[in-house]
């Protein structure tokens, strides 16, 4: 009788050793993912020239839209050898992903300023929809081109002369 008491004693306590055990250590494990895409690249070609006008005698703003048309300031003069133009901004990027586009000004000359951003897409590309603040292709993955052009308004100062280059327009897409 004290052998079979011994013998279901150890029997229990190997019982319980053994539950012990698998619980006292557990796994599980996740995949490890990684998705490549293309490497986003941006270009401009042209430059945002607002043509020739007549000396102010006040400061002012004239403006330029993505086809060309002027409007504002003081008199538009129309010179051949510096005729209005707006530049291209290329994005080759990965279709599918959402982006955010900046248009800003850049290394601008004391007195002048660059506002009020017009963004307009060029047809015939992978553009979705284009505004001075997102960009989007259309749908599909792989790489996709956009090309936008930008118009903007310009601040001038009184007795403004001469030709010069009074900044830049500078566009910057993030991928989200």
């Given at each position: 009788?004290?052998?079979?008491?011994?013998?279901?004693?150890a029997a229990a306590f190997s019982?319980?050793?053994?539950?012990?055990?698998?619980?006292?250590?557990?796994?599980?494990?996740?995949?490890?993912?990684?998705?490549?895409?293309?490497?986003?690249?941006?270009?401009?070609?042209?430059?945002?020239?607002?043509?020739?006008?007549?000396?102010?005698?006040?400061?002012?703003?004239?403006?330029?839209?993505?086809?060309?048309?002027?409007?504002?300031?003081t008199t538009q003069v129309t010179?051949?050898?510096?005729?209005?133009?707006?530049?291209?901004?290329?994005?080759?990027?990965?279709?599918?992903?959402?982006m955010s586009l900046t248009i800003?000004?850049?290394?601008?000359?004391?007195?002048?300023?660059?506002?009020?951003?017009?963004?307009?897409?060029?047809?015939?590309?992978?553009?979705?929809?284009?505004?001075?603040?997102?960009?989007?292709?259309?749908?599909?993955?792989?790489?996709?081109?956009?090309?936008?052009?930008?118009?903007?308004?310009?601040?001038?100062?009184?007795?403004?002369?001469?030709?010069?280059?009074?900044?830049?327009?500078?566009?910057?897409?993030?991928?989200?």
């Amino acid at each position: 009788m004290k052998i079979r008491s011994l013998l279901l004693a150890a029997a229990a306590f190997s019982a319980i050793a053994g539950a012990a055990s698998a619980q006292a250590t557990d796994n599980a494990q996740a995949d490890a993912k990684v998705k490549f895409i293309t490497a986003m690249q941006v270009s401009s070609a042209g430059t945002l020239n607002f043509g020739t006008w007549i000396k102010p005698t006040s400061a002012g703003s004239m403006s330029i839209a993505t086809d060309g048309t002027r409007s504002g300031g003081t008199t538009q003069v129309t010179d051949s050898a510096n005729l209005p133009s707006v530049p291209t901004f290329t994005v080759v990027a990965e279709g599918g992903q959402g982006m955010s586009l900046t248009i800003e000004k850049a290394g601008m000359t004391s007195g002048y300023d660059l506002d009020t951003f017009n963004v307009e897409a060029v047809a015939g590309n992978d553009c979705g929809t284009v505004t001075a603040t997102t960009i989007s292709f259309t749908a599909g993955t792989g790489e996709k081109t956009c090309s936008f052009k930008v118009g903007a308004t310009l601040d001038y100062p009184q007795n403004a002369a001469g030709a010069l280059t009074v900044g830049a327009v500078k566009a910057t897409v993030t991928y989200e």
